[in-house]
């Protein structure tokens, strides 16, 4: 038997997707956009697993001033196949399920438009992600922000900011668990819209640490959304995270690939 929400493919990520916030024209009236996303896969038979991923997206606009916030969940598990009698051969099914994926994880931002296509921002976020080896990740940041591009179907900006990271690390093998990192921060984002109904958007980060330069992480996440109705899309989304400097003993590059319903609740 096989219920889904929506297919989820996933592997542990190291950063919030919820990067970058557009440059808007200043509103003279206050705005408010909420939207939410769901999707998830329930499997027994044969295989037996689930998933299941939420977000949620918010943003306020008024005069000169922009608030945005996103919070999301990542979680699975699987029972799997295992020898019992030492043949060599797995063939009994675990009682329990094992978790392999769980990701929380948060991000405020707030803008100051200094023109239609210029800001300052600040934001913070955190996550946590053990089987990426994070405990707990925060960071603040501090940037720039300019829309280059503002026509109909099309937007293209970019951001240059500083980010400071605190990272603590899961388990008691490393030694130290923790440490900050300081970081030059560089996005660029595009978003189009091939007509009323169908959208493309692509963010792209990099993040070089100021003291070990070594250490480069990059952050890219593209998404393709279709229009159902008024208040309802659905959207495939594939976010990739590289860390030249990863967690002692894990990898260094994490890819998700998601499928989600969306729905627009103001």
């Known amino acids: 038997m096989l219920f889904a929400l929506g297919l989820l493919a996933t592997a542990s990520a190291e950063d919030s997707t919820f990067a970058g916030t557009a440059g808007p024209e200043t509103k003279e009236k206050p705005e408010t956009h ?9 499997a ?13 997206n918010a943003s306020h606009q008024f005069d000169k001033n922009k608030f945005t916030f996103g919070a999301g969940v990542n979680i699975g598990g699987a029972r799997a196949l295992v ?39 600040v934001l913070a976020g955190a996550f946590h992600d053990r089987f990426a080896g994070y405990d707990l990740r925060s960071h603040e940041q501090v940037g720039y922000s300019r829309l280059l591009v503002k026509t109909e179907p099309t937007e293209f900006k970019t951001e240059l900011g500083f980010d400071v990271a605190q990272e603590n690390y899961y388990g008691n093998e490393l030694d130290p668990d923790y440490q900050n990192i300081l ?9 189009h819209k091939f007509n009323d109904k169908v959208s493309f958007a692509d963010t792209f980060e ?13 952050l890219n996440t593209a998404a393709l959304t279709s229009t159902l109705s008024g208040k309802f899309s659905i959207k495939v989304s ?22 989600t319903l969306v729905a627009t609740l103001l």
């Open 34 to 42: 909420v939207t939410g996303e769901l999707g998830g896969a329930f």
């Open 206 to 218: 990099l993040y070089e640490n100021v003291i070990d330069f070594e250490d480069v992480r990059i």
């Open 183 to 191: 970081a030059a921060r560089i996005l660029l984002g595009l978003s």
């Open 238 to 259: 594939h976010a990739l995270i590289f860390d030249n400097v990863p967690v002692d003993g894990l990898k260094p590059l994490d890819q998700t690939t998601m499928v």
């Open 44 to 56: 027994t038979g044969n295989s037996n697993y689930y998933t299941v991923n939420g977000l949620l």
């Open 83 to 121: 020898d019992t009698d030492g043949d060599g051969v797995a063939e009994t099914l675990q009682d329990e399920y094992t978790e392999n994926v769980r990701r929380i994880f948060g991000e405020g931002r707030y803008d100051r438009f200094l023109s239609d296509k210029d800001s300052l921002y």
